[in-house]
């Protein structure tokens, strides 16, 4: 009998959909792994398609293609001596479409499992186009029973309780986990918790990648049958480690150690706009992306994580003063543009606002200025870049943050124009704190420069929109510190007025951003895909009416 059993754990970047690239990859990693002499090969779920796949697993077709790759795929695995390879992939069971785990061997596949817990709430919908299989059996492999539970498979101790009755020696997780904050932290409690019902060890195998709003950050483990952390992986890169068993009786003792540094909560929010970006744009195969450069922190921030993904050549920034802007932030602007080394234009809007003015005086007429002109100054931006992005094929990234968001103060068809919005998720106190911590730090993989890159006068100055005189943030919304907490409670932790309330908060003014946290649905639901970072972004996770008159300060 074998007492020995090695694993080459493989965190990889799939590309959701192009199933022969997915499969392309998969093999370089194989042939990597044969040359380490390891026994099996472990990729993430639905490696051979990506994930979320969505609708486009209810294509027949597509199905049929990724089963086909596969059985092409299998044929790696041919001769005595090498490796298996296990990988995920949509399966038609008789005319069931499920979430399959593979074991591809001796140049066929040799054995299937289902998904059993299919995740149905947050940014999940699995049961709208899968069926959820029966509760696994251990798939028997050189001598091993491998216990293999697909992803939520793990969150339960259904699976795992099923594995162990039926003498499963380890336990393998293929997954496809999205990355919000302190989601590393949940992901190894629940771990944690199969291993102590079970005494097996447990190997936990992520994918690495942006897909639209979700980012995946990788962060694989290993966790031995003592409940120590043995394996770390990294996060944000892809990466391939090999972990090693020997069977000591009835237990399968780990070998293997490794700890790949953890990064902090700054650089991990930083990271993953990058990755969120890099992949949306790189993916989609855009040739770069078009910022508008005002001079304020958000944009700043935006610019400076656009050159961190995909490098200064492929970031073009453009000023577009009006009559409000300031001789301060013009400067910090082409600081701004300077210090990060991108293309830098300026195009003056005066004209065409002159000649929205001259169009509308008319209809005008006795009517004093008030936010329509204001917003007519923010949609002539949104024009001008969607010009230049048309022309040129760059894509605009917008720069309204997650508290503007919340509140409605970003304009539609306005600087809420664009393709994809990194700073969606990220609340202003974090903008802050962001462009501080990357003007002291550069993020791993970052292709950006070292050193100052958003001029500190951005980082200190009061944030104003600069769409009239004199003004500032601070006229109309409460002191950021205090608007973000409201904002949290409301959106991330769905609290009644009366509980923000006892936090020491205003009645009158939590009411205030109760509704216009509503009121701004319509904006939201119009508003471009950005990077999922907290526990409920706008988009997936959170799906609210617009047509909704309900407000918890109501009295009833």
């Not at 195998?205 to 770390?232: H, K, M, T, Y």
């Amino acid at each position: 009998m074998k007492n020995d059993l090695s694993i080459y754990l493989v965190q990889f970047n799939p590309s959701l959909g192009a199933v022969a690239g997915n499969c392309e990859k998969i093999a370089a990693y194989y042939g990597l792994a044969s040359a380490e002499n390891v026994d099996l090969v472990l990729t993430p779920e639905l490696s051979i398609t990506g994930y979320p796949l969505e609708d486009l697993v209810l294509k027949p077709h597509f199905v049929q293609e990724a089963m086909r790759a596969i059985h092409a795929l299998a044929s790696i695995t041919e001769g005595e001596n090498e490796p298996g390879l296990i990988v995920g992939c949509p399966w038609d069971d008789n005319g069931t479409l499920r979430n399959a785990i593979l074991l591809l061997a001796g140049g066929i596949v040799q054995q299937v499992r289902y998904k059993h817990e299919l995740p149905n709430y947050g940014v999940f919908d699995e049961k709208r186009v899968f069926a959820a299989g029966p509760l696994p059996e251990p798939i028997v492999f050189k001598g091993f029973k491998l216990g293999v539970m697909i992803c939520e498979d793990m969150w339960f101790d259904g699976c795992t309780l099923a594995l162990k009755k039926a003498g499963a020696e380890v336990l393998l997780v293929p997954t496809c986990s999205p990355f919000e904050m302190d989601k590393q932290i949940e992901r190894q409690k629940h771990a944690l918790k199969r291993v102590e019902e079970s005494g097996l060890p447990l190997v936990f195998c992520n994918q690495i990648c942006g897909q639209d709003e979700l980012v995946f950050d990788g962060s694989s483990f290993v966790i031995a049958s003592d409940c120590n952390v043995a394996v770390q992986m990294k996060s944000w890169a892809e990466e391939a480690f090999v972990v090693r068993w020997e069977r000591q009786g009835h237990v399968l003792a780990l070998l293997s150690s490794y700890n790949a540094p953890r990064p902090d909560r700054m650089e991990t929010i930083y990271q993953a706009m990058m990755l969120g970006l890099r992949d949306y744009v790189l993916k989609n195969r855009f040739p770069g992306v078009l910022i508008g450069l005002s001079g304020g922190i958000d944009s700043a921030l935006t610019a400076a994580v656009a050159v961190d993904a995909l490098g200064a050549d492929k970031v073009h920034c453009v000023m577009m003063p009006s009559r409000y802007t300031s001789g301060e932030s013009l400067s910090d602007a082409e600081k701004c543009a300077k210090a990060l080394g991108v293309r830098y234009d300026t195009i003056a809007i005066k004209p065409g606002v002159d000649a929205f003015d001259d169009m509308l005086s008319n209809a005008f007429t006795g009517l004093k200025p008030d936010t329509t002109e204001e917003n007519i100054q923010s949609r002539l931006r949104g024009l001008i870049l969607m010009a230049l992005s048309n022309k040129f094929g760059h894509m605009v990234v917008t720069t309204g943050n997650k508290s503007e968001m919340s509140v409605g103060y970003a304009t539609l068809y306005g600087d809420m124009c664009g393709g994809y919005n990194v700073l969606k998720d990220v609340y202003k106190t974090d903008v802050f704190a962001l462009s501080s911590w990357r003007n002291s730090s550069v993020p791993a993989g970052a292709l950006g420069p070292v050193g100052e890159v958003i001029p500190a006068n951005i980082i200190t100055k009061p944030p104003s929109a600069e769409l009239r005189d004199d003004q500032k943030d601070a006229d109309s919304l409460p002191p950021y510190e205090a608007l973000d907490d409201m904002l949290s409670c409301l959106v991330d932790r769905e609290m009644s007025v009366d509980e923000i309330v006892a936090r020491g908060h205003e009645r009158s003014e939590v009411a205030r951003i109760e509704h216009l946290l509503y009121i701004a649905e319509y904006k939201r639901r119009q508003a471009p895909p950005g990077v999922k970072i907290t526990r409920k972004n706008f988009g997936r996770d959170r799906r609210y009416p617009i047509t909704n008159g309900y407000r918890s300060a109501r009295k009833t």
